[in-house]
């Protein structure tokens, strides 16, 4: 694991970005994904508000990014100050999601935009380059500025908090109550409820300040708050004069080319209008968040480019492509499609001749601009460079008979997080299931390479699984540090591996026929997702076989602290001597690939991490479903990308 970004950066006459995060891998996550979204802008973290502000004196930084999951109590006042210090900034939150309603009355309107986790990295990108670049509509769009009431409902409500939001404007007060994420409450003297609730949105020129919610039950507003915060939208934040989709004529004006992006992203949609207008201020963009809409505008404008996403709430890119050749009128339209699926991207793009170009999703602003002007500018033949025939394997028939399918060393796998950090090198992906060595299989050489420069690596041979991926990896722990409730109640655990020795028990009876039951295996390198959570994992084989470690439940407190919560305050117990509590983590992966080497040994295994909930268990004979869950967050990693820490919060 990289050392923590240093908070405080003096002097730095480069445009800024401050991080607010509290979790080290995403913290690395984030930075690394900002140096390919904003490679202009230097990043600085902020592990606390108190350096969040200090962030904010020295470096009059231009977007603030703020993780509000778990909350930070006091965030509403800080935001208070920095719209008088830096009006201009932008401010990007990330957290829970916010009801659908809301999200789409709200579109890119206020003074904070968010993301909510989990994020693709393509939309967390798009997000950073539309806040970064020309927002045209307006001066205060998207910025401090217009910090509004509505704002810091929505935050508390990403968040997830229990908080009560003081609302002052023009010498009326009122109060409006937030329980996990949720408005209950709003009172304005006598007034309370929805009314009170629709009154205080409204207010202009608000002060605003937060206080812990006292836990006492007061509910005035029901479930339906969402539905009264969207008729605030529209009565106290109408439109802007520009709308996103404006009404056209049939005939526009000669005077430049029409272009229609299709994305059922918003922040999406803001950046690809904004960089193609401002590269190109001729084009004539129409936009629309959906297939259907799209195909609409499709018909009635006749553009001479189609930019689209390939995954659509309704239509498939299939479905779009197969609609616009089945119509006389829009059937030589050209179609540039945009998406992070790029096997299915490309092969639609192979299947349809409409589809001229693709780019993979996240792209960056000067990528786009340039294949939109190649195919503006009549090149029909750029999808060649992006999709590969499909060529059934030759069948060579070995003891015991395989499909073996050879190519040529593919060029090194495009970095979609910056290569700098190992931690986050995105793995190159493989088809998913078991393995079959004593049945006909499907294996493929291509180059290992583990940086992109080690071009003369040797290759590797990877096995495609064929009859069930789950697998069962099992770790056992050494526990650094417990939490535990007012009521007593399990809390937090801060553990770390007791060795890099790992148990694996496989769903698939070819491969557990195919590995040596003997084998042990030893964790390998951990990969990240752009949200900071482990994608995949490997391990590899070693000679000896998996020793145990001597579970211990016994905990010998060395040290006791009062860890404050944003509710109540938690004990935090520290062990004491040298015998540690030990247990047992059990987590559900699926077996990805299994590599082999030239001689057809076996290499390493390659494991997809899906989730975060893991079991622990303090008696490993005990059924794993009997085990306690926990959400698993990495906390350490050595500088081979190895877990030295983690840690496990409770799921009820």
Not at 28 to 57: C, D, Q, R, W, Y
Not at 101 to 126: H, M, W
Not at 319 to 326: D, F, K, Y
Not at 455 to 479: I, M, Q
Request: charge should be neutral.
């Amino acid at each position: 694991m990289p050392a923590r970004p240093k908070s405080i950066v003096k002097d730095v006459a480069q445009p800024s970005i401050v991080l607010l995060e509290e979790y080290d891998a995403l913290a690395v996550a984030i930075g690394s994904a900002l140096k390919k979204f904003a490679p202009n802008h230097t990043a600085a973290v902020a592990h606390s508000l108190k350096e969040l502000e200090k962030l904010a004196n020295d470096l009059n930084p231009d977007l603030f990014i703020l993780d509000v999951d778990p909350p930070w109590p006091g965030i509403t006042e800080l935001l208070e100050k920095l719209r008088d210090l830096r009006p201009a900034a932008r401010v990007l939150v990330i957290g829970n999601a916010l009801p659908s309603e809301i999200s789409t009355e709200r579109g890119s309107l206020g003074g904070l935009q968010f993301v909510e986790k989990p994020y693709e990295l393509a939309t967390f990108g798009a997000a950073i380059q539309a806040l970064l670049g020309p927002w045209r509509e307006s001066e205060s769009r998207g910025t401090l500025r217009a910090l509004s009431g509505i704002d810091l409902v929505l935050l508390h409500c990403a968040a997830g908090a229990h908080v009560v939001l003081d609302i002052r404007s023009r010498g009326r007060s009122g109060e409006i109550e937030i329980a996990a994420g949720q408005v209950v409450h709003a009172e304005i003297g006598k007034i309370k409820g929805e009314d009170a609730f629709t009154q205080i949105l409204g207010w202009p020129a608000a002060s605003f300040s937060e206080r812990r919610n006292s836990g006492a039950r007061r509910r005035s507003i029901g479930s339906g708050w969402s539905a009264v915060l969207v008729e605030a939208l529209r009565e106290v934040q109408p439109r802007a004069p520009e709308p996103r989709r404006p009404e056209l004529p049939e005939a526009l004006p000669d005077v430049g080319k029409k272009v229609v992006v299709i994305d059922d992203t918003e922040m999406l949609l803001i950046f690809v209008q904004d960089v193609l207008a401002t590269a190109e201020p001729e084009l004539r963009i129409t936009t629309a968040v959906n297939g259907g809409e799209g195909l609409l505008e499709i018909q009635r404008l006749k553009p001479d480019l189609v930019l689209r996403d390939y995954s659509l709430p309704d239509l498939n890119g299939d479905e779009v492509c197969r609609r616009l050749l089945e119509n006389e009128r829009t059937a030589n339209v050209p179609v540039l499609m945009m998406s992070g699926h790029v096997q299915q991207m490309n092969a639609t793009a192979a299947r349809f001749a409409n589809v001229i170009a693709t780019i993979e999703k996240p792209f960056l602003s000067e990528a786009l601009i340039d294949l939109v002007r190649r195919t503006l500018a009549g090149e029909r033949k750029l999808i060649k460079k992006t999709t590969e025939t499909i060529v059934p394997p030759p069948i060579i028939e070995t003891q015991p008979p395989a499909t073996i399918v050879q190519s040529k060393p593919s060029p090194p796998p495009r970095q979609k997080i910056i290569a700098e950090s190992p931690v986050l090198e995105t793995l190159k992906p493989v088809p998913a299931s078991g393995v079959m060595l004593r049945e006909p299989v499907r294996i493929e050489i291509e180059p290992r390479l583990e940086h992109p420069k080690q071009s003369s690596a040797a290759p590797s041979v990877r096995v495609a699984p064929t009859d069930g991926g789950g697998a069962v990896l099992g770790l056992f722990l050494e526990v650094l540090s417990m939490q535990l409730t007012s009521q007593l109640q399990m809390g937090a655990i801060r553990a770390r591996p007791a060795s890099l020795m790992a148990s694996l028990r496989l769903e698939s009876a070819a491969a557990r026929n195919a590995i040596p039951a003997e084998t042990g295996f030893q964790i390998g390198r951990a990969q990240f997702s752009a949200e900071g959570r482990i994608s995949s994992l490997r391990l590899l084989p070693t000679a000896m076989p998996l020793q145990p470690a001597q579970m211990r439940n016994a905990f010998e407190i060395g040290g006791v602290a009062v860890i404050p919560n944003e509710t109540r305050a938690r004990v935090q117990l520290t062990p004491s001597g040298t015998t540690p509590m030990t247990m047992e983590l059990l987590a559900h992966l699926e077996l990805s690939a299994v590599e082999l080497t030239q001689n057809f040994q076996l290499a390493q295994l390659i494991l997809d991490w899906p989730t975060s909930a893991v079991r622990v268990t303090l008696n490993p004979k005990a059924p794993a479903q009997t085990a306690a869950k926990f959400e698993m967050r990495v906390e350490k990693l050595d500088g081979h990308g190895h877990i030295t820490e983690v840690l496990l919060n409770p799921i009820k």
